[in-house]
């Protein structure tokens, strides 16, 4: 999906859920098992949460807005 024209210039943020739990993979773990090391001309980002209290989110938002917000600043005006 990530392969498609459209989405050449996106970002990634990939909420790893359920940090609460015991056997809970870490973001090494997630990292290989996504392949995410091959997508090297790709911002991305593993955030930590935990869904049922709400850790995590905000910083994994405001890494997303933060990263959208500078590849505008970044991008020719058109107008």
Same mark, same amino acid.
């Given at each position: 999906m990530l392969n498609e024209d459209e989405l050449r210039d996106a970002v990634l943020l990939v909420f790893a859920n359920k940090q609460d739990l015991p056997n809970a993979m870490n973001a090494a773990e997630i990292t290989d098992? !996504?392949? !995410?090391?091959? !997508?090297r001309q790709r911002h991305w980002y593993i955030q930590s949460t935990c869904a049922t209290t709400g850790e995590g989110l905000y910083e994994g938002l405001d890494w997303l807005s933060s990263n959208i917000a500078s590849k505008l600043e970044c991008q020719p005006r058109t107008d």
């Amino acid at each position: 999906m990530l392969n498609e024209d459209e989405l050449r210039d996106a970002v990634l943020l990939v909420f790893a859920n359920k940090q609460d739990l015991p056997n809970a993979m870490n973001a090494a773990e997630i990292t290989d098992k !996504l392949g !995410l090391h091959s !997508l090297r001309q790709r911002h991305w980002y593993i955030q930590s949460t935990c869904a049922t209290t709400g850790e995590g989110l905000y910083e994994g938002l405001d890494w997303l807005s933060s990263n959208i917000a500078s590849k505008l600043e970044c991008q020719p005006r058109t107008d």
